[in-house]
């Protein structure tokens, strides 16, 4: 064989053999990457967030730290002298994913409120709880039951807790916390994070987790590093625009492949043990975001990694609150250039008035103004908890469906995307409406990406409906 065509084979074989090294680090990597739990939205049942992640406290005894989040307005309330009460069971399950173990608890508890309407409250009541456990790996699945309407959630997730006897290097998995600015004087502190989502009225981020080992040859070394991601967060274009084009971020929607590294650490640990580490930050902006662990050995090879993934998103995320955060949506019922002046303004006081103003001086009748503006943000906030991902859920395609014309009547999945309609006719072209997956869902990309087909014909459809919120004829017709 002449030389040259040996050569050329062994690289080749040399190009081969580190394209599947690097994919198969790469995809090891992106296995220990948590982005929390989804909101996974239902209607009519409680809505119940997660976390939970394995320790060791000073003494090497095992123990699950699991945090719950439960929204007041998803739960039914019956009046007692007075009181709305709501009655919950609230489940822990801890099961050893080979078997031999299992912890656990349940309790009950009322929740009183003097809330007329309580079902409108979107706060979080949020559970903390400290379970015993030994040392390995669980799956953990925590349900609340309404007693009053008897429905169910539940809700899994994972975690793993080392053997402090074992001298292996161990990593545990991070936990972000948030903590809110000085309410009264007084810190609210740091509260474990459940979903991807971080709301941007928080004062402050805090990640912390455990490295553990108990033989140390020679020293380790704990590289932490804060990035922040390129995505898309612009709302969804009108119905009968141009197509994205596919190398546009829209189209591609978080770019993973290039990171902006806004803070990087190196820890050097000399001791045998459990070290716990702890990292804060000021709210960051609007965006997207990771932090990473890199545990090191002798040399430079990899012992363990973990990350943990988060979007900063409007101020009181999911819900909707504020003067700017009602501005934002109504891109979807004005001219773009009056949109721009809306937001333009610096002033809350004066945005929530140029906000009331529009309702008002369109639909004229100040209680339908009132039913249709609730009507609509109760959308946006719904589009927020089933279409949420890098962006706002108002924001995708999805979302302005959603917000726009409602819930379809029927959906058509397939491979490559699927079909809402708002017809029972399927060839009316007006009423149906077909979205692109533009990524499949993977360890790479883990979010849901829909891009709407448009087309110029859509633009009856569109204007007639923005018509009937205009008009508050939503009311009487969704369509």
Not at 41 to 53: D, T, V
Not at 116 to 126: A, C, G, R
Request: hydrophobic content about 35%; overall charge negative; glycine content about 6%.
């Amino acid at each position: 064989m002449p030389k040259s065509v040996w050569l050329a084979k062994l690289h080749a074989i040399w190009l081969m053999t580190g394209l599947i090294f690097f994919t198969s680090c790469s995809s090891v990597q992106q296995s220990n990457v948590e982005r929390g739990t989804q909101y996974r939205f239902q209607e009519g049942y409680p809505e119940l967030r997660i976390s939970a992640i394995g320790l060791l406290d000073d003494s090497d005894q095992a123990y699950i730290n699991i945090t719950s989040e439960i929204v007041y307005g998803s739960l039914i309330y019956k009046e007692n002298d007075d009181v709305q009460m709501a009655i919950i069971r609230y489940e822990i399950r801890a099961n050893q994913v080979d078997g031999t173990e299992s912890f656990g608890f349940q309790n009950e508890l009322q929740i009183d409120t003097d809330l007329k309407i309580p079902f409108l409250n979107q706060d979080v009541m949020t559970l903390q709880n400290d379970l015993e456990v030994v040392p390995g790996e669980y799956s953990i699945s925590i349900s609340v039951t309404d007693l009053i309407s008897g429905k169910t959630t539940i809700r899994e997730t994972n975690t793993m807790i080392p053997d402090p006897e074992n001298p292996e290097v161990n990593l545990t998995s991070i936990r972000l916390a948030t903590n809110k600015p000085f309410q009264q004087g007084e810190p609210a502190g740091f509260t474990p994070v459940t979903t991807y989502a971080v709301a941007s009225s928080v004062d402050s981020l805090k990640f912390d987790f455990q490295v553990t080992n108990n033989n140390l040859a020679e020293p380790l070394r704990v590289v932490s590093k804060l990035l922040s991601y390129e995505a898309d967060s612009s709302s969804a274009n009108p119905l009968h625009f141009n197509n994205y084009s596919p190398s546009s971020i829209q189209y591609l929607g978080l770019e993973y492949r290039s990171a902006e590294v806004l803070y990087e650490t190196t820890r050097v640990l000399q001791d045998p043990g459990s070290v716990t580490m702890e990292f804060y930050f000021p709210i960051p902006e609007r965006g997207n975001y990771r932090f990473e662990v890199n545990v090191l050995g002798s040399g430079e090879e990899e012992e363990k990694y973990r990350a943990r993934d988060f979007a900063v998103k409007s101020r009181n995320y999911p819900n909707i609150q504020s003067a700017r955060e009602m501005a934002a949506p109504l891109i979807y019922l004005m001219d773009r250039k009056d949109h721009e002046r809306l937001m333009a303004a610096t002033d809350p006081v004066v945005l929530k008035s140029e906000v009331d103003r529009f309702w008002l001086s369109n639909i004229g009748e100040p209680n339908t103004a009132k039913a249709v503006l609730s009507l609509y943000y109760d959308r946006v906030e719904k589009a927020n908890k089933l279409f949420g991902n890098y962006k706002e859920g108002w924001k995708t395609d999805m979302g302005m469906m959603y917000v726009l014309f409602g819930p379809p009547w029927y959906i058509e999945r397939r491979l490559d995307g699927m079909w809402w309609s708002y017809s029972y006719d399927r060839n009316d072209p007006e009423y149906n409406f077909y979205f692109e997956r533009t990524k499949i869902n993977t360890v790479y990309f883990p979010f849901d990406n829909f891009m709407l087909r448009r087309d110029v014909g859509y633009f009856n459809r569109q204007y007639q409906q923005v018509q009937l919120w205009l008009t508050g004829g939503i009311l009487q017709r969704n369509l």
